[in-house]
């Protein structure tokens, strides 16, 4: 399955009662297995998790760490990026030349790296004392 294929699936499942607002991730671990995710709300909104969270946190439970790629869905009027602290997760796991696609339900995508995304990234370098 194609990324885009598994992306679309997953965000039709997606919980978002109070935005309206579905979101698919999926994305494809370092020994080629693919992990999906959708957002899920609730009503103490925003305390929800976000698509690529979801998907994330997927990946970390099937015993992958790396992200070889990532794609991104939802039905907006142009690719839809993810959230900053989301930026940050995908940062976490992923080089920063890996592919993020980002794409609309109508077929627009936008591919960008890692480091495109987030330019500047925190990384566990900046805790070092040494």
Not at 61 to 73: K, P, S
Not at 89 to 108: C, W
């Amino acid at each position: 399955m194609t990324l885009l294929a598994a992306a679309t699936a997953v965000r039709d499942r997606a919980y978002a009662p109070y935005s309206q607002f579905k979101v698919g991730a999926a994305l494809r671990g370092a020994a080629g297995q693919v992990f999906v995710g959708c957002n899920v709300e609730n009503a103490a909104y925003p305390e929800g998790t976000c698509a690529e969270a979801g998907a994330i946190a997927a990946m970390i439970a099937g015993g992958e760490t790396r992200i070889a790629e990532l794609l991104v869905i939802a039905d907006c009027p142009s690719p839809v990026p993810p959230c900053g602290g989301c930026r940050q997760k995908i940062a976490e796991f992923a080089d920063p030349g890996v592919v993020v696609t980002l794409a609309t339900t109508d077929g627009q995508m936008k591919s960008m790296t890692v480091a495109d995304l987030l330019p500047g990234v925190f990384t566990a370098a900046h805790m070092d004392r040494d």
